[in-house]
């Protein structure tokens, strides 16, 4: 998309534009904007994200293929694999291996959320509330939020009263929304929303990335989660999503990074009963899942020393291989 008009695309969702029929949007390399650029205000951007959330309730992939590096390490890769997520804050991964069958089984729902990792041996399940995980003391063997996921799906709403600044990066041909707030476990941080300014010729997805910076440490991210490519997809009553195709999804601080190729995308699918059993914490057998709101999960330097009482120590797996 180019960004010429954003008011102009705002009403594209629900009256269309030529270029949006089920088109599909590719990366480009980034080049300075040509001519002025538009000044956009946060209520315009903040808009966008708020109606791109509104209209996109559930979106599914049945083919996703994500590969995952530690270290700059590659650690494996998942094929065979799926994706679900509903609003407000229903998620499900299920990551497969066509021989080993199911590797990962990461999903959440609103009370708690959970992460099974077969790779891991005998302690291999583990979930917690999120009412748990708002203390911050709890962690996860993966650093994989499902919410982050959901905001880089396109389907968290943004708080359109909040304080917010923006500013326009012609070398990056970007616009970028500013919002100081918090985590869900209290961390005062800076959430950052960069959009391609060129985007309404269709040619690249609206929103380029978002990164989450510590409020102390301004030019260290914690997270980030990048729109490689979408696709634009006309709804049946009228206006159009961005569905991520390739998203990548990364921790710097535990230089953690798992980069997602989403395929065969369903729209505001009905799930009906299916909602239930893919949004419910899963029976699997062989395992105990372990509550972390009663564990700690420690990552040992040596990944051979003893934890203390009431504390269990797992080594990092290499997953997928």
């Not at 590659?74 to 609003?87: A, V």
Request: charged content about 25%; some cysteine.
């Amino acid at each position: 998309m180019r960004f010429a008009s954003l008011g102009c695309v705002v009403l594209a969702l629900a009256s269309g534009c030529q270029w949006m029929k089920n088109g599909h949007v590719e990366p480009r390399a980034n080049s300075p904007f040509a001519g002025p650029m538009p000044e956009r205000t946060s209520a315009e951007l903040v808009g966008y994200l708020n109606r791109q959330a509104g209209l996109l309730r559930s979106i599914s992939y049945d083919d996703v293929r994500a590969v995952a590096t530690e270290n700059g390490r590659e650690l494996g890769s998942l094929n065979d694999s799926s994706l679900f997520s509903s609003q407000p804050r229903s998620f499900r991964l299920i990551g497969a291996h066509s021989l080993a069958g199911t590797m990962i089984d990461i999903g959440s729902n609103d009370r708690e959320f959970w992460m099974y990792a077969k790779p891991l041996g005998r302690d291999n399940y583990f979930y917690c509330s999120h009412d748990a995980f708002s203390t911050g003391e709890v962690k996860f063997p993966i650093p994989f939020d499902t919410d982050w996921v959901m905001q880089a799906l396109g389907m968290s709403p943004y708080d359109p009263n909040a304080a917010y600044e923006v500013k326009a990066n012609r070398e990056q041909a970007a616009y970028v929304l500013y919002q100081r707030t918090k985590t869900r476990t209290g961390l005062p941080v800076v959430k950052t929303t960069v959009f391609n300014a060129d985007w309404a010729d269709g040619k690249k997805p609206a929103v380029r990335k978002h990164v989450i910076f510590d409020e102390r440490d301004p030019k260290t991210p914690i997270a980030s989660a990048e729109i490689v490519s979408a696709k634009t997809v006309s709804l049946p009553g009228g206006g159009y999503v961005q569905a991520p195709t390739e998203v990548i999804l990364e921790w710097p601080q535990q230089q953690f990074k798992m980069t997602m190729k989403l395929g065969r995308e369903r729209i505001n699918e009905d799930l009906g009963d299916r909602a239930a059993s893919l949004f419910n914490k899963p029976a699997i057998r062989g395992t105990s899942p372990i509550d972390l709101a009663k564990y700690q999960f420690v990552i040992p330097s040596s990944y051979r020393g003893q934890s203390p009482d009431r504390q269990r120590s797992y080594r990092l797996p290499t997953f997928w291989k």
